[in-house]
């Protein structure tokens, strides 16, 4: 079995207006900094698993900064992947929630409501995402087979790969994202 470790960067100011990221590269806030302390804390701690065996971040500073302090905590070198970089979310990139909320009323809507159904304008529809990061994760699982991986990224990368190897039903991913700083452990059964 590998154990997954799916972290989410710590905060940055986007996040905290409740701006959309996606793939613009916005570095963490000071609250981020502090959050990160919390996150090695938690993993300091993780019961049952001796030591993480390798270390991945997407290429953007969010998640490689928060991927860095944990680096440097567990001697562990980070592999940046540009797979794991947050979903190209288009024209919505840089607004805030509300103001997509309003201009674009009705593929917002679709969005929440099930989010392989629409795409962002000009972004990068679920699908698309899920193609380019489940066959790279999954690389990292065969690789460190029966091993202890920490990944960092971001919400919707986070929620698709928790989508794909929990099982869960897609349409629901909006139902548990996860918070800034926040992780999780994955038990995948190697085949």
């Known amino acids: 079995m590998t154990h997954l470790i799916l972290v989410r960067h710590g905060q940055t100011d986007w996040n905290n207006d409740n701006r959309v990221q996606g793939q613009l590269d916005i570095p963490i806030n000071s609250n981020g900094k502090r959050q990160i302390a919390s996150i090695i804390s938690g993993l300091a701690h993780l019961k049952g698993i ?88 999954q690389k990292l699982i065969d690789k460190h087979s029966d091993g202890n991986i920490c990944i960092v990224v971001h919400e919707i990368v986070s929620l698709i790969i928790k989508s794909h190897y929990m099982k869960i039903d897609i349409k629901k991913i909006w139902q548990d994202p996860p918070k800034n700083a926040s992780w999780e452990i994955l038990d995948i059964k190697n085949e």
Not at 60 to 88: D, H, M, P, V, Y
Not at 103 to 127: D, F
Request: charged share 25%; hydrophobic share 40%.
């Open 50 to 137: 001796k030591s993480i065996d390798a270390l991945y971040s997407s290429q953007l500073s969010r998640s490689w900064e928060t991927a860095e302090a944990i680096g440097k905590t567990f001697n562990l070198k980070i592999k940046k992947l540009a797979e794991l970089n947050e979903l190209n979310q288009g024209v919505w990139q840089g607004l805030l929630e509300q103001q997509i909320m309003k201009r674009y009323k009705k593929t917002y809507a679709i969005w929440k409501e099930n989010p392989v159904a629409t795409i962002p304008p000009k972004g990068e529809g679920i699908k698309d995402a899920h193609d380019r990061i489940i066959p790279v994760v």
